[in-house]
């Protein structure tokens, strides 16, 4: 089994930092990727950041100069820090590991960016 752990999660005011921790553990056959997705109730999961295992990144647009995705290989972990944090970035941030295969996800943890 594979168990997605993510904590850093919680609220800060707009401008502010925050840095997302996601811990895989468990039987991991496989791991090409891992990262974070965004999804709202109703809405659709989209990608915020992703990393392979050998480092190559993909940041969307949006959170690009702001967001920094990074990984630990030897923890299984996958990282997102947050600077110059805005309202709009405000969105419940789920782990992912993408196996080559088959994704799996952690849990979800609430950001609220809010004065």
């Known amino acids: 089994q594979v168990q997605l752990v993510e904590s850093g999660g919680g609220s800060v005011h707009p401008g502010g930092s925050m840095r997302l921790s996601c811990a895989a553990s468990g039987t991991i056959p496989s791991i090409t990727a891992m990262g974070w997705y965004r999804q709202s109730p109703g809405k659709q999961r989209e990608l915020v950041a992703a990393i392979t295992t050998g480092g190559a990144t993909t940041v969307e647009d949006y959170v690009k100069g702001r967001f920094t995705v990074s990984r630990d290989n030897t923890k299984n972990t996958v990282y997102l820090q947050m600077n110059t944090l805005k309202p709009e970035d405000t969105d419940v941030y789920y782990c992912?590991?993408?196996?080559?295969?088959?994704?799996?996800w952690g849990q979800g943890t609430q950001v609220t960016v809010s004065s």
């Open positions: 992912n590991l993408d196996s080559g295969y088959l994704d799996y």
